[in-house]
Structures are given as structure tokens and as C-alpha cells.
């Protein structure tokens, strides 16, 4: 009933920009606890950008100033801009969302969407 979907990864060059999206059916993000992380090959999952459930948004130190966390609470979609991109950033970036569902919160995640940044 729940899904997470995101869209809009691909190659880019470094120095570039690219916008992520991710679309909720089912659900609502309003009041909740939503964020994008990534995952490079060999490396745990990180945080990288948040919405809290209080409205704050948090970002990882690597991509401060570069990246911008977005959502649309009507649309049940949320965005990360990501600007001046680095071949660091390289990485299957994930959306997810803490919804209360069947009367309990559930951590929910995408399907993920890659990331390449090329030199």
C-alpha cells in the first residue's frame, strides 16, 4: 500500500547538477520524519540529507552548501538538489520516510536511484 519510488539519477559530469525525486503513494509526508541517503560499494548507508518530523532539516558535512532537501507535502513527493557535484557523491541514493501505518511508525524505504559523477 506504502511505496517509495525515486527517479532521476544517472551520469553526470563532475561540476554538475542533478534533481531526485521521490514519489509516495499510499501515504502522506506530512509530520514526518523523511530523508535521502546513499550507499557506494564497500561503504555503509549514510545520511545525507533530512527532513525532521519538526520540520528541521539536517545535512551531512560533505554536502553542505552543495545539496538542497525539498518536499511537497500535497504532492507526496520529496527532492534533493544536488549542485556542484564531486565524483565522491557517486552512490545508489535512497529515499526514506518514517510513516505510521496500521496503527505503528515503519521505517520505509525506495528502491533506490544511482548516482554516477564522472571526472
Known amino acids: 500500500q506504502v511505496q517509495l519510488v525515486e527517479s532521476g539519477g544517472g551520469l553526470v559530469q563532475a561540476g554538475g547538477s542533478l534533481r531526485l525525486s521521490c514519489a509516495a503513494s499510499?501515504?502522506?509526508?506530512?509530520?514526518?520524519?523523511t530523508g535521502w541517503y546513499r550507499q557506494a560499494p564497500g561503504n555503509q548507508r549514510e545520511l545525507v540529507a533530512a527532513?525532521?518530523?519538526?520540520?528541521?532539516?539536517n545535512y551531512a558535512d560533505s554536502v553542505k552548501g552543495r545539496f538542497t532537501i525539498s518536499r511537497d507535502d500535497a504532492k507526496s513527493t520529496m527532492f534533493l538538489q544536488m549542485n556542484s557535484v564531486k565524483p565522491e557523491d557517486t552512490a545508489v541514493y535512497y529515499c526514506y520516510a518514517r510513516l505510521l501505518t496500521i496503527g505503528q511508525f515503519r521505517n520505509y524505504w525506495g528502491q533506490g536511484t544511482q548516482v554516477t559523477v564522472s571526472s
Open positions: 499510499g501515504t502522506s509526508f506530512s509530520g514526518r520524519s
Open positions: 527532513i525532521t518530523s519538526s520540520g528541521s532539516i
